[in-house]
């Protein structure tokens, strides 16, 4: 059993800053790309960065200065650095990896963590 467990959300001030992890745990035999998604009320989910294993990263348009993602690949661990953060930040950020499980493989499959609640409000 693969899961995806995020941390990191709450309420911060326009113009602040949070850090969210996702850390990946189970029997993994490896993880390919990691990503961040956000949902906001109303909207479709939406893609906010993207890391490969080598390290490449991509960013929506939207974020691209403000955000950074990172990974541990020693952890299974991502993580989001979001800076200078707006209202229209909030919304629920979910992690996303690419995993191919021990009992699995060589098959890749998407796991999704629970998501958490970022809300950017004075």
């Known amino acids: 059993q693969v899961q995806l467990v995020e941390s990191g959300g709450g309420l911060v001030q326009p113009g602040g800053s949070l850090r969210l992890s996702c850390a990946a745990s189970?029997?993994?035999?490896?993880?390919?790309?990691m990503a961040w998604y956000r949902q906001a009320p109303g909207e479709q989910r939406e893609l906010v960065a993207g890391?490969?294993?080598?390290?490449?990263?991509d960013y929506a348009d939207s974020v691209k200065g403000r955000f950074s993602i990172s990974r541990d690949n020693a952890k299974n661990t991502v993580y989001l650095q979001m800076n200078s953060l707006k209202p229209e930040d909030t919304a629920v950020y979910y992690c996303?990896?690419?995993?191919?499980?021990?009992?699995?493989?060589?098959?890749?499959?998407?796991?999704w963590g629970q998501g958490t609640q970022v809300t950017v409000s004075s």
């Open positions: 890391i490969t294993s080598g390290g490449s990263t």
């Open positions: 996303n990896a690419r995993i191919v499980a021990v009992t699995t493989k060589p098959l890749t499959y998407t796991y």
């Open positions: 189970g029997s993994i035999f490896s993880v390919n790309g």
